[in-house]
């Protein structure tokens, strides 16, 4: 085993000039995420350019992500496909993980749709490509379940590739009724009946996901949006949103099948490929791709991210919401508001900082604190909102005391105390199993 590469003080440098295992030579840093670095690199035996991504085995460790990470592996290594990214090998050092990975240089299709709609042939020409791929891993027993702009990439003739499996499923995760039970994914792209207790057909949340980003690419912006964060999930659960005029009526009736929020009803994959809508779309010539410098990438570049920890999940800049005061906070459940109520409780009781007052019904509960600050005492208010009988929507605000000594508390003490009964933190970057 080779030693490990040497970590780089500066964030925009690769780890080491040097040959990863006499066979790489990682150039510019590309992105990162939570858990991995992504560089451009050189088989220096081939000549040829991949993506590197470097993982911490000490990080996904720590956090129990070693099986995923594993999942990952498998996955990708059995899904050949020209619109899926290919995973060429895998090395090891003592502390590192490397992926070598095609390298597509035209980046997400999400930063091309951010920049407005997309002409209809053109979206149907890259939305055919995304059907052929899941489709594709459908035969292979693989469910993807993270299906978004950001995790598709363009490369070269207007091709697209499917990207990041860190959430995928595989048959061996389906329970004895056949059924998916695990929630995941990005909210805004999320089958409603996998905010439900129930299970879920792994197929069925896939091509929900799909629907979404095909409205995405012809209207240019979300088909379930609110200012009210409830209200945002209340339509994603009754599949309740309107197309724009300028979405033709052949592709109108495309997306009500796959929006359809009753699984049992919604348009398969099979299905879809049988219409006539989708056999007569055609691959239109696409100009060529320009590579992105390293200095217009995004923070984090999902389409290369190892699955994230952080509870939270990206509504991204598609979702237009009123900007928030910073001493307001939200998350999502799957649990009872009954336990939600006896975890803020819990957490008032830790060293007798704060005293609890509830509202008869339970969905207001109040923290007091028992002891002045520089601006009284620290006051907490947190309203539960049902959105379904098993998906709760959870506000919190300052209702007193000083901002600074709430924001402290919150990320100290309140965030890691509630992590067992969270399912995503409004405003994070990342979508987030739980």
Known sequence: MSKPLKMDSTESKPESC??????????????HGTFAKVYHAKNL??????????????????????????????????????????LHEVLASKTKIYFAMEYVKGGELFARVAKGRLKEEVAKAYFRQLISAVDFCHSRGVYHRDLKPENLLLAEEGRLKVTDFGLSALPDHLRQDGLLHTTCGTPAYVAPEVLGKRGYDGAKADIWSCGVILFVLLAGFLPFQDDNLVAMYRKIYKGDFKCPPWISPESRRIILRLLDPNPATRITTAKLMETSWFKKT??????????????SRPEFYNAFHIISLSQGFDLSPLFEEKKREKEELRFTSKERPS????????????????????????KVVKLQGSENGRKGRLAIEAEIFAVTPSFVVVELKKGGGDTLEYEQFCRKELRPALKDIVWTWQGDNHAASA
Request: with cysteine; charged share 35%.
């Open 282 to 295: 055609k691959l239109p010539p696409a100009p060529p791709l320009v590579e992105e410098e390293e200095k």
């Open 45 to 86: 035996q081939s000549g040829k350019c991949v993506a590197m991504k470097v993982v911490g085995k000490e990080k996904v460790l720590k956090v129990g992500m070693m099986e995923q990470v594993k999942r990952e592996i498998s996955v990708m290594k059995m899904v050949k496909h020209p619109n899926i990214v290919e």
């Open 339 to 362: 336990s939600i109520v006896s975890k803020l409780e819990e957490v008032a009781k830790r060293g007798n900082k704060f005293s609890v007052r509830k509202s008869k019904d339970e």
């Open 18 to 31: 040097g040959a990863l295992h006499g066979k790489y030579e990682l150039g510019r840093l590309l992105g």
